[in-house]
């Protein structure tokens, strides 16, 4: 059975400090990993998407890294912002259905000033 | 550009009553379309995809029902709604399998 694992389940974090979401999986066989913040009350909004032969991929303060070998994939968050409070989620996809993707139940950030 | 248009973004039904979520995609052809369930601070469920006009493909059972009168509408219905039916409802788009996933912006189902 596909399954994603995210830890932590939450996080607080101090304004202007950095963190690390950790996300494993157990698709297979593997096609994609997407990372979407999700602000409440909101639909997911994407950040990164990678394929299995990308390793890391950077957009603007957030820098997600993926081990095909271990499957495991990170989000890092660079100076956070209050803005960044939100709940990020994972998402693995299989390439053998027409577009069903796996969640991980997704981690609950929140920056404090 | 593509847009995806969700609504109502709040709905209170008593339970027995119908239901109908209706979604439009803008901008594209022939998208991949989604229904997603997602209870409160879980992931979320895959309900129902479509893959062209008239072809929906279920993944649960329950009391919910998906149809695709047009290439860019996907609905989403019940008869007869029940209290466990509440949640947060989201739609979504996609190219293909191996591209990202658009959401809309969700509809909080709150059945009295």
């Known amino acids: 059975k596909n399954q994603v694992e995210q830890s932590p389940q939450s996080l607080i974090i101090l304004e202007g400090k950095n963190c690390t979401l950790q996300?494993?999986?157990?698709?297979?066989?593997?096609?994609?990993l997407r990372w979407y913040k999700q602000d409440t009350g909101r639909g997911p909004v994407s950040l990164t998407i990678m394929t299995f032969s990308e390793n890391t991929k950077s957009n603007r303060r957030y820098t997600a890294t993926l081990d095909a070998d271990t499957k495991q994939s990170s989000l890092h968050i660079t100076a956070s912002q209050l803005s960044d409070s939100a709940s990020y989620i994972c998402?693995?996809?299989?390439?053998?259905?027409?577009?069903?993707?796996?969640f991980g139940d997704g981690t609950t950030l929140t920056v404090k000033p | 550009s593509q847009t995806i248009h969700q609504w109502p973004a709040t709905l209170v039904q008593p339970v027995g009553s119908p239901l109908s979520l209706e979604c439009t995609v803008e901008?594209?052809?022939?998208?991949?379309l989604y229904w997603y369930r997602q209870a409160a601070g879980r992931g979320l469920q895959l309900l129902f995809y479509?893959?062209?006009?008239?072809?929906i493909s279920s993944e649960v059972p329950q009391n919910l029902s998906a149809s695709r009168p047009q290439d860019r509408q996907f609905i989403l219905s019940s008869k007869k709604l029940l209290l466990s039916d509440s949640g947060f409802y989201l739609c979504?788009?996609?190219?293909?399998?191996?591209?990202?996933?658009?959401f809309g912006q969700g509809t909080r189902l709150t059945v009295v």
């Open positions: 901008g594209t052809s022939n998208p991949n």
């Open positions: 996300c494993n999986y157990t698709v297979s066989p593997f096609s994609n």
């Open positions: 979504a788009w996609r190219v293909d399998r191996n591209t990202e996933a658009f």
């Open positions: 479509s893959v062209g006009i008239g072809q």
């Open positions: 998402v693995v996809s299989d390439s053998t259905n027409a577009g069903k993707s796996t």
